[in-house]
């Protein structure tokens, strides 16, 4: 990134800090968290510890980071190297990205910048100037996307507070700044689990491994009572819902899924595990020593800030999470698609000066489709 | 410490503490190396840890539930701890790994019975009391099932590796996971063997006892039988070494783990008696499915043909791999040692 771009998004970045310190959730028992940041340009600095709001404060103005990052887990000494900290327990995290989903939509809005050409162009294999193929691909997420996301986050809470109790109020959403959702999940029997259990959870969310018997579908002799009934709860009931679709189906779907024998069943619960899982990303979860994007910082792959969905149907994820300001600034844009940002339409531009209000520049310049002009 | 009944410490007697028992009931050590009554106990420990030796389960004199003559139930403990005082004065590691696990499926069969027990609660108590004194796994029974705390249940249950294990395929409701007796007894197998273990390796070792010298050396003897493994797997590479390992503890080998060392054994000459034994201690094992299996691997049975032995590249994506320097250049666990140019 060019040096007049990263004096730009630094000043914008810091002026938020400044302005918005209130937005940044400094998390309990921060003194036993691991804090981490990364600069514009250079690497991550982490084994951080931090007392106070104050003194996370001070370490947002003085370093002026493009991200930062916060431990899910609690140690006794989160400044020293990992092996020393002394890990006492991590609350539940899950990330939900809307690049995991397949949706169909991703095609229309995912652009290919040219590592060697610079040129940008709608999403392709090969740079339809200079024919490299060393492109990256840089997306901006639409409404479907966050639609589909929230689903996902429905599911999982759903899974979370019926088959494990857990209290609606510990289950925390946060948009990713980006184009997905954080859920922080606190006060669980989870806690002190290590990475395995916690991979085997995540196996359960994304029904993954699923056997035929669990379903009443057996390999000798099966046997039609043994199939789930609607009202049950758990998987089973989950299952029965989605492969039946209706109580008065029940007994007819048994029929062809019996007639089309066991290996056919193994089949179907793999196609289902598609629909009625929960498509979290398993390595967040499985991670208890992850430094995890700190609530209410900017996310410097938009610009736009980590922020709590309080009422998660409601939330509109481009124009509840924009902080930066409104006065414009000059940019030379190469961004082919037209996006919605605080309800504004911005684009398509190509290859043109054009004066545009802050937090677009910035959207722009962070997915590196402008730059300072 | 939990308080016992009598029939309970012959049940568990691993939860015994040997010298008050013996003191209790007015006993020495000495005593039975001399007493002519007394001895014969020393030969039933001896029995006692050759069955186990040979991968069986110790049947005692309790029948069932109950208990033949109210004096079979000190004899069925004093042969217990005698046992252990004989495999301390042997110093035979390979014979007290066998005989704590022995043990522990000898103690299995008894919690799951008392944990399915309807008619006396107390017996299902108690049952439920030992797992939570010795593993800290509360579970708490529910209708026909026995319920345990998700976070509890996948400590154990992600070291099985068969499928109907994985938390997907369990009724979860509540945070909790539910089990029959027989699963919840499964559950803490390996504990239970670890536990009798540890307790056993960490007994004071005795001086040598007037009257227990004759089994002891008898031991010795025994020991040897087993040691023959032991000794080859120098020469073996380290997949299969570890597969004996873990088969070794009792641990179950995967399928694709028990196919890879009988393929292995198989090219190198030993024959389906010989191999047969290594797979006794595994949870599941049954003997005449292990020779079953043996036998159509060796292509002496049914289609006559003989399989041979997965490359280390099939091994490895099978996570059976534990390749050393040694390994280098090799590309079957056939070609481990063998000099090349
Ligand atoms: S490299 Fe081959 S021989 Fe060595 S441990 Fe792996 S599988 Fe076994
Ligand atoms: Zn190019
Ligand atoms: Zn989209």
């Known amino acids: ?373 | 410490m939990l308080s016992l009944g009598q029939d309970e410490i012959a049940k568990y007697p691993f939860l015994a503490d040997a010298g008050q028992y013996l003191k209790d009931k007015g006993f020495t050590l000495e005593q039975f190396g001399t007493d002519p009554d007394l001895k014969e106990l020393i030969t039933k420990a001896y029995e006692r840890i050759q069955v186990a030796a040979d991968g069986k389960i110790y049947k005692s004199d309790l029948i069932g539930d109950q208990v033949s003559k109210e004096a079979a139930l000190p004899r069925e403990v004093f042969s217990f701890l005698l046992a252990i005082v004989l495999l301390k004065l042997s110093g035979m590691h390979t014979l007290i790994k066998r005989f704590a696990l022995a043990e522990a499926r000898r103690a299995e069969k008894y919690l799951e019975k008392d944990l399915a027990n309807i008619s006396d609660e107390s017996k299902k108590q108690l049952a439920i009391r030992v797992i939570d004194d010795l593993f800290s796994v509360q579970i708490e029974k529910l209708d026909d099932y026995f319920v345990i705390p998700v976070s509890d249940y996948l400590k154990h249950s992600i070291n099985f590796h068969e499928r109907e294990w994985k938390l997907i395929n369990r009724h979860v409701e509540n945070g909790q996971v539910f089990l029959t007796p027989h699963e919840t007894v499964r559950l803490i197998r390996k504990e239970l063997g670890t536990y009798i273990n540890a307790k056993i390796v960490n007994a004071k070792t005795p001086t040598m006892i007037p009257g227990f010298e004759d089994s002891v050396n008898k031991l010795v003897m025994l020991s040897k039988k087993f040691s023959t493994f032991t000794v080859t797997t120098g020469e073996y590479p380290p997949c299969i070494k570890h597969a004996i390992d873990i088969l070794e503890k009792g641990e179950n080998l995967p399928h694709s783990g028990r196919f890879m060392l009988a393929t292995f054994l198989l090219s190198k000459g030993q024959s389906v008696q010989q191999i047969a034994p290594l797979f006794k201690n595994a949870p599941d094992y049954n003997e005449r499915v292990t020779l079953y299996q043996l036998n159509h691997l060796a292509g002496t049975s049914g289609s006559g043909t003989q399989y041979s032995c997965p490359s280390c590249e099939k091994l490895k994506t099978q996570s059976l791999c534990f390749a050393t320097s040694e390994c280098e250049g090799i590309i079957t666990p056939l070609q481990f040692g063998k000099k090349r140019k």
């Open chain 1, 1 to 373: 990134m060019k040096e007049t771009d990263i004096k730009f998004l630094e000043s914008a970045f810091k002026k938020y800090y400044f302005e918005q310190f209130d937005l940044i959730r400094v998390p309990e028992r921060t003194s036993e968290r691991e804090f981490g940041y990364q600069k514009f340009n250079s690497g991550m600095t982490r084994h951080i510890s931090v007392k106070d709001d104050k003194e996370l404060h001070l370490m947002l103005m003085q370093n002026v980071p493009s991200d930062v990052y916060c431990s899910n887990a609690y140690y006794t000494f989160p400044n020293l190297p990992m092996n020393e900290k002394d890990w006492k327990e991590a609350d539940l995290i899950f990330d939900i990205d809307a690049k995991d989903l397949n949706l169909s939509c991703r095609a229309n809005h995912t652009l290919s910048i040219c590592n060697d050409c610079n040129e940008i162009s709608n999403n392709s294999e090969k740079c339809l100037k200079c024919n490299s193929t060393k492109l990256e691909k840089k997306s901006l997420p639409c409404k479907n996307c966050i639609d589909a996301s929230k689903t996902e986050v429905l599911k999982l809470s759903e899974i979370l507070t019926n088959d494990f109790s857990i209290n609606e109020d510990d289950i925390q959403v946060y948009f990713s700044g980006n184009e997905g959702f954080h859920i922080y999940v606190y006060n669980t029997q989870f806690q002190q689990s290590g990475s395995r259990e916690r991979s085997e959870l995540v196996d359960y969310i994304m029904f993954n491994g699923a056997i035929p018997e669990k379903f009443g579908m057996k390999k000798f002799k099966p046997n039609r009572n043994s199939f789930p009934d609607f009202s049950e709860s758990g998987w089973r009931g989950r299952f029965s819902k989605y492969v039946y679709g209706s109580k008065s189906k029940r007994s007819k779907v048994i029929s062809e899924l019996l007639s089309n024998g066991y290996s056919s069943f193994q089949k179907t619960l793999d196609d289902v595990s598609e629909n009625i899982g929960s498509k979290i990303d398993p390595n967040v979860t499985m991670d208890i020593h992850r430094i995890f994007r700190l609530p209410g910082s900017i996310n410097s792959k938009s610009g736009l800030t980590k922020i709590h969905c309080k009422d998660l149907a409601k939330f509109d994820a481009y124009a509840d999470s924009s902080f930066l300001s409104d006065d414009t600034v000059e940019v030379l844009a190469n961004c082919p698609i037209e996006f919605k940002l605080k309800n504004k339409k911005i684009g398509p531009y190509h290859n043109e000066k054009v004066s545009v209000p802050t937090f677009a520049a910035v959207y722009m310049m962070c997915k590196k489709l402008a730059t300072i002009a």
